[in-house]
């Protein structure tokens, strides 16, 4: 699974760079993103069907690059987890 950690939401949106999106598409992992204390898990197959895309212009070289806007659902505590 690869761990990105947030630092802001977007409304009710998760923002994750495009490059941690293709790194968990590549290989073939779940996405887990932590805001804060809590964390929620974006699934391999819901990976590339975001909420929204953007375009911003990257903040040390000032390229164009993608955000991806994912709904923010956290993992509930009381929730067991399953087993495989």
Do not use: C
Request: charged residues 25%; positive net charge.
């Amino acid at each position: 699974m690869i761990t990105k950690t947030i630092k802001t939401l977007f409304g009710n949106l998760a923002p994750v760079h495009e490059r941690y999106v293709n790194k968990a598409h590549y290989q073939k992992k779940d996405l887990r993103l932590i805001y804060e204390d809590q964390n929620m898990i974006v699934s391999y197959e819901q990976l590339h069907n975001p909420v929204r895309t953007t375009i911003v212009s990257d903040k040390f070289t000032g390229e164009p690059a993608k955000l991806y806007y994912y709904n923010w659902k956290p993992l509930d505590s009381r929730q067991g987890e399953l087993l495989v």
